[in-house]
Nanobody, 119 residues
Framework: QIRLVESGGGLVQAGDSLRLSCAAS????????MAWFRQAPGKERELVAS????????YYADSVKGRFTISRDSARKTMYLQMNNLKSEDTATYSC????????????WGQGTQVTVSS
């Protein structure tokens, strides 16, 4: 089993930066991809960014391109989301997730961390 623990959320002002971390433990050798999702009140969950664990290929939602950077440290089994130039519309609960080898969707989730951006 794989377990995920997020950290790094908080309350910031528009234009500020935050870095989220997602530490994985357990059967991390079975990870195919990791991703950050977010969900704001009254809105559907949105895929923000993802990274293929072995090759590092990344994906970004249009809404965060040029502002957010996803990365991973294989040795530390940790994924990061560097968020710059934050906007009020980035306010949401951010969750990390894992797609395991042989799975076609993200099926393991962290507990989530709140990001609030005041304008």
């Amino acid at each position: 089993q794989i377990r995920l623990v997020e950290s790094g959320g908080g309350l910031v002002q528009a234009g500020d930066s935050l870095r989220l971390s997602c530490a994985a433990s357990g059967r991390t050798d079975r990870m195919y991809a990791m991703a950050w999702f977010r969900q704001a009140p009254g809105k559907e969950r949105e895929l923000v960014a993802s990274v293929r664990w072995s090759v590092g290929r990344t994906y970004y939602a249009d809404s965060v391109k040029g502002r957010f950077t996803i990365s991973r440290d294989s040795a530390r089994k940790t994924m990061y989301l560097q968020m710059n130039n934050l906007k009020s519309e980035d306010t949401a609960t951010y969750s990390c997730a894992v797609q395991g080898l042989g799975y076609d969707s993200y099926h393991i989730w962290g507990q989530g961390t709140q990001v609030t951006v005041s304008s």
